[in-house]
């Protein structure tokens, strides 16, 4: 078993998260903010929420290599949002929901990368989605932590 990590933002964290804990092979998530200024040392959800930080919402995951791979975690990434639109998912509009896949490895850089170029055949619009470095990770408030599963729900009511 080699157990690896892997970072996306999609739109609100509550529903990739949820996503991403249903496949095979995931052995834990955490949602919080990456990608931002690390000069603020105390990083909450009301700042990121309401635009006031350049973090983006983020799940962080970590995977039995052995059992599910990382072009599979793409594909379902690719699968769960809009990668065509900028800093907007569904009603989520503003920077922190911006479409991002954060790399550990130039091995995740090129397998991303080529994944964009693959899935962008498909569709019309341009994807917009970042690739860039894993930065530091900001763990959210617990009450977030496996939020829609906590609550009953498999989606977001809005």
């Not at 975690?73 to 954060?102: A, C, M």
Request: hydrophobic letters at 30%.
């Amino acid at each position: 078993m080699a157990i690896k990590k892997a970072a996306f933002a999609a739109g609100c964290f509550w529903h990739i998260e949820f996503k991403f804990s249903k496949l095979n092979g995931i052995k834990s998530t955490q949602v919080g903010y990456e990608g931002g200024d690390d000069t603020d040392s105390k990083v909450t959800y009301e700042k990121v929420s309401k635009g006031l930080t350049s973090y983006a919402e983020t799940v962080e995951l970590t995977y039995d290599d052995k059992i599910i791979d990382y072009n599979t975690l793409l594909d379902e990434f690719w699968n769960i949002h809009d990668p065509t639109t900028k800093d907007k998912q569904g009603p989520d509009i503003g920077h922190q929901y911006r479409s991002v896949i954060f790399y550990f490895d130039d091995e995740q850089k090129n397998k991303a990368e080529k994944s964009r170029n693959e899935h962008q055949k498909v569709l019309k619009n341009k994807i917009v989605t970042e690739i860039i470095p894993a930065s530091v990770f900001h763990k959210a408030e617990e009450y977030h932590q496996n939020y829609l599963k906590k609550q009953g729900k498999s989606s977001c009511d809005i």
